[in-house]
C-alpha cells in the first residue's frame, strides 16, 4: 500500500509541476529554443562546429510534425 500510495504522489506532483510550468511559461517554445541554442553555441566550445540550428529543427519536427 505504501509504495502504490508514494507512486501516485509522484506522478501527481509532476504532472501538477508539468502544468504549471506549461502556465507560467515566459517565453514562446521558439524564442526558449533560440535561447537555448545561442547558451550552446556561447558555453560549450565543442559544440560551436555543429550545426545546432539543423538538430533543434529535426528535434522539433519529431516533436510537432506541423512545426516549421
Same mark, same amino acid.
Given at each position: 500500500?505504501?509504495?502504490?500510495?508514494?507512486?501516485?504522489?509522484?506522478?501527481?506532483?509532476?504532472?501538477?509541476?508539468?502544468? =504549471?510550468?506549461?502556465?507560467?511559461?515566459?517565453?514562446?517554445?521558439?524564442?526558449?529554443?533560440?535561447?537555448?541554442?545561442?547558451? =550552446?553555441?556561447?558555453?560549450?566550445?565543442?559544440?560551436? &562546429?555543429?550545426?545546432?540550428?539543423?538538430?533543434?529543427?529535426? =528535434?522539433?519536427?519529431? =516533436? &510537432?510534425?506541423?512545426?516549421?
Amino acid at each position: 500500500m505504501k509504495n502504490s500510495s508514494l507512486a501516485l504522489a509522484l506522478i501527481g506532483g509532476a504532472v501538477a509541476g508539468a502544468a =504549471i510550468a506549461l502556465l507560467l511559461a515566459p517565453e514562446k517554445g521558439c524564442d526558449t529554443r533560440k535561447a537555448i541554442s545561442r547558451f =550552446i553555441k556561447s558555453h560549450c566550445p565543442g559544440c560551436k &562546429d555543429c550545426s545546432l540550428d539543423e538538430i533543434t529543427e529535426e =528535434i522539433a519536427a519529431k =516533436i &510537432d510534425p506541423t512545426a516549421d
